[in-house]
């Protein structure tokens, strides 16, 4: 019997003007690299979940810029639902890592696709948001041209 879905949220988290850089964190449970997100707590909107995740995960105050979509996966026998925002990161911490994560790292969107191979859906979807928010074409570094 399928259980009662898992609703969940977090963030595309960007910093960087000239170049772009994305959050991926490293999860001290199994070590995968993610991007950061994470279950809503009872009665918590996705939106305000996502930015809690956002600066749980990466230490950084964030700014909500877009929602760019959802993906939908099994996680234990049950449906679960993620919705993504796409973020703006202030340039310098302003916590400490939730304990839930090893890590953190700011990478290229080649490098961060390359780091979260489990994590591809999420990221494809990203790379387009990515691509819409990156620099005016002629100035865009090499890593964010679409394949």
């Not at 959050?23 to 690299?33: G, T």
């Not at 809503?40 to 996502?50: F, I, S, T």
Request: charged share 30%; net charge positive.
């Amino acid at each position: 019997m399928a259980g009662k879905t898992i609703h969940a949220s977090g963030g595309i988290v960007v910093r960087g003007r000239a170049q772009r850089l994305v959050a991926v964190v490293q999860r001290s449970k199994d070590e995968l690299w993610v991007l950061p997100r994470g279950k809503l707590k009872r009665d918590e909107n996705p939106l305000a979940g996502a930015r809690r995740e956002a600066v749980e995960e990466t230490g950084h105050r964030v700014r909500v810029r877009e929602f760019v979509g959802a993906i939908s996966y099994r996680a234990r026998n049950r449906p679960k639902v993620v919705q993504f925002w796409r973020m703006q990161a202030e340039v310098n911490p302003s916590r400490d890592l939730t304990k839930d994560i090893a890590a953190v790292e700011w990478l290229t969107l080649a490098a961060a696709v390359r780091r979260c191979g489990g994590a591809a859906a999420e990221l494809s979807a990203g790379e387009v948001v990515l691509a819409q928010c990156r620099p005016p074409r002629a100035q865009a570094p090499q890593a964010y041209r679409a394949a």
